[in-house]
């Protein structure tokens, strides 16, 4: 069974920068699509990016142009590169990973089976 492990986050200024980090255990982790979501104080939570075993990205139109979803299969280790933050980004970032299907494009929660814990991100603005 896959394990995920976020890292990275903490309190940053807005406009600054983080990058999270999704450490994943097993020796599949090249054959999952992989997500991110997020949820803020009182919102649902919400799809940011992902990422198929292809490489194809999705964006959630939110953080499109300042987000960046990569993944280091030589690792097992997916990463999300946060810039140009905003207040509105404050929230448990969580990552998630399923096997990949071609048919899916993984932007919705039920997409996956497997979640971390998730890691606080906090914008002062």
């Known amino acids: 069974q896959v394990q995920l492990v976020e890292s990275g986050g903490g309190l940053v200024q807005a406009g600054g920068s983080l990058r999270l980090s999704c450490a994943a255990s097993?020796?599949?982790?090249?054959?999952?699509?992989m997500g991110w979501f997020r949820q803020g104080p009182g919102k649902e939570r919400e799809f940011v990016a992902a990422?198929?075993?292809?490489?194809?990205?999705y964006y959630a139109e939110p953080v499109k142009g300042r987000f960046t979803i990569s993944r280091d299969n030589a690792k097992n280790t997916m990463y999300l590169q946060m810039n140009s933050l905003k207040f509105e980004d404050t929230a448990v970032y969580h990552c998630?990973?399923?096997?990949?299907?071609?048919?899916?494009?993984?932007?919705?929660?039920?997409?996956?089976?497997?979640w971390g814990q998730g890691t606080q991100v906090t914008v002062s603005s």
């Open positions: 097993g020796r599949t982790f090249s054959t999952y699509a």
């Open positions: 998630a990973a399923d096997q990949d299907r071609f048919y899916k494009d993984y932007r919705t929660s039920d997409d996956y089976a497997l």
């Open positions: 990422i198929k075993r292809s490489g194809i990205t």
